[in-house]
């Protein structure tokens, strides 16, 4: 049973800092790992989606990398922006195709 | 930009009664999904649908729900006879194939069961 984790639980940084959100999964046999941001009381807005031949995705100021080997996806985010803030989910296949397993969310605020 | 939308964004209802959440998902996409997030926790897989009808689902999706495509733009999620322990936010979801390729959600209707 594929188990999604994400640390840390919640994080405050001053605007303008660089920061990394860790996920970590216990089956590495994935096909890709996508990251979402949600806002409080919102939807889901994906964020990058990294293929498991891929090592790197890049969107704007985020750049997610992927390790399958070792379970593990990071999420860099460049120069951090108070809209920034908001809760960053990152989900796997889990089991057959369609099942997708969302980790438990790192928790972002971004102080001006 | 093509989105997925989900109506109503949200939903009172007793316990017992029957509701129906409705999302239109984005016209070329071919796979369909329901999660649901119970405030507070991570957001679950319900079930999936393809070429009319279930491809997958969880443990969670048991007799009292079911799915359907009613038309070729609609995709719902009836809850036959709701709990208290329903209330959620429940997200529709969809996407062109199954395997790498991104999953695009709505904004979610949130269900308060009183």
């Known amino acids: 049973k594929q188990e999604v984790t994400q640390i840390p639980a919640a994080l405050s940084v001053p605007e303008g800092e660089n920061l990394v959100l860790n996920c970590s999964f216990t089956?590495?046999?994935?096909?890709?790992l996508q990251w979402f941001r949600q806002d409080p009381g919102k939807g889901l807005t994906s964020l990058l989606l990294?293929?498991?031949?891929?090592r790197e995705q890049t969107s704007g100021r985020l750049n997610a990398s992927l390790d399958k080997s070792s379970g593990r996806s990071t999420l860099y985010i460049a120069a951090s922006q108070p809209g920034d803030s908001a809760t960053y989910l990152c989900?796997?296949?889990?089991?057959?195709?369609?099942?997708?397993?969302f980790g438990t969310g790192t928790k972002l605020q971004v102080i001006p | 930009e093509p989105e997925v939308t989900q109506t109503p964004s949200h939903q009172v209802t007793q316990m017992g009664q029957e509701v129906i959440l409705r999302c239109v998902p984005i016209?070329?996409?071919?796979?369909f999904y329901w999660y649901r997030q119970i405030l507070g926790q991570k957001v679950e897989f319900l079930v999936s649908?393809?070429?009319?009808?279930?491809?997958?689902k969880s443990e969670i999706f048991d007799d009292q729900f079911s799915v359907e495509r009613p038309d070729g733009s609609n995709f719902t999620l009836k809850i036959r006879s709701t709990k208290l322990e329903d209330s959620a936010m429940y997200f529709c979801a969809s996407s062109v194939r199954v395997t790498n390729t991104e999953a695009f959600f709505g904004q979610g209707t949130r269900l308060t069961v009183v």
């Open positions: 649908f393809y070429n009319n009808e279930i491809s997958e």
């Open positions: 989900a796997v296949p889990s089991g057959g195709y369609q099942k997708v397993t």
């Open positions: 089956d590495s046999a994935i096909y890709n």
């Open positions: 990294i293929q498991s031949s891929q």
């Open positions: 016209s070329n996409h071919l796979y």
